[in-house]
């Protein structure tokens, strides 16, 4: 707990801590300034997450994708950025009481596992170690800013049917800026998610010499891309709309969350070093 990444980390933690908790005030009352400061803590704790990661790539000499505490605070820095870029340019910062959450607790689960820091296995001492991990997890980043913007309609259109909306009613964005929003941010993660299964299938052949296994995880990306395939033909070819197809998006990033930790966890396969 002495290392210098970790203490940024903490920080990271704290700040996050108080941005979810100041999104979900300005939620329920509206005031401008809770959502300023919101804003602020999430740049605060990006800031000290980002250094964190850097430190430890420094301490470590690799960089800090190799196990569950490391890839869990890049993906909550990760979600913290594109959030943040999404807010600037959609001005809809309610949108960060539905996506601030996850990176907290990305991070709070981050914070209960082991963070020593052990050298490379062999299989993993490779460029596509960040290349693969990396894009997975750009992937994931948009599934889960496109997954708040999902459940923001559904809860939206629910108000809009019901005979007295309730005050969230006024508090949350129009039906269409979500749509739109979480379809621009699934086009990008499944362009991200494609990459990572080319990745993984280069790098699994230079590894074990065999493109694919049917493995536990190469077998739920595949799920998770056909999922996410699913939603666009549903949505381009069917004229899926609306509150069916943002019940994809739910069911999908549902399924890339059982990639990404149920699988690693439970049956982690040649993946077992890379959580």
């Known amino acids: 707990m002495n290392q210098p990444n970790v203490v940024f980390f903490l920080l990271a933690l704290v700040a996050y801590l108080a941005g979810t908790l100041l999104y979900e005030a300005f939620l329920v009352l509206k005031t401008p300034r809770l959502g300023r400061w919101a804003s602020r803590a999430l740049v605060g704790g990006g800031a000290a997450n980002g250094v964190a990661l850097g430190l430890r790539w420094i301490e470590s000499g690799r960089a800090p994708l190799a196990n569950l505490f490391e890839t869990l605070s890049f993906w909550a820095w990760l979600i913290v950025i594109a959030y943040l870029v999404i807010e600037r340019l959609y001005q809809q910062r309610v949108v960060g009481a539905f996506v601030a959450p996850l990176a907290f607790l990305a991070v709070g689960v981050a914070s209960v596992m082991p963070k020593t820091m052990s050298p490379l296995v062999p299989v993993l001492q490779s460029v596509w170690l960040p290349i693969h991990v990396g894009v997975s997890f750009i992937a994931y980043t948009m599934f889960a800013v496109a997954f708040g913007g999902a459940v923001i309609y559904l809860l939206q259109e629910q108000q809009l049917k019901s005979r007295r909306p309730h005050a969230l009613y006024y508090r949350l964005p129009p039906l269409h800026v979500m749509d739109a929003m979480s379809y621009r941010l699934s086009t990008a993660g499944f362009i991200f998610m494609t990459l990572s299964l080319l990745t993984g299938t280069i790098w699994a052949e230079q590894a074990w010499g065999s493109y694919w296994s049917w493995e536990p995880k190469q077998t739920m990306t595949l799920v998770t891309w056909l999922l996410y395939a699913a939603y666009f033909h549903a949505r381009n070819i069917a004229g899926w709309r609306g509150r069916r197809a943002s019940w ?21 396969g040649s993946h077992a070093f890379v959580l």
Do not use: I, K, Q, R
């Not at 994809?248 to 982690?268: D, E, H, K, N, Q």
């Open 248 to 268: 994809l998006l739910v069911v999908g990033f549902g399924s890339a969350m059982a990639t990404f930790l149920g699988v690693s966890l439970l049956a982690p």
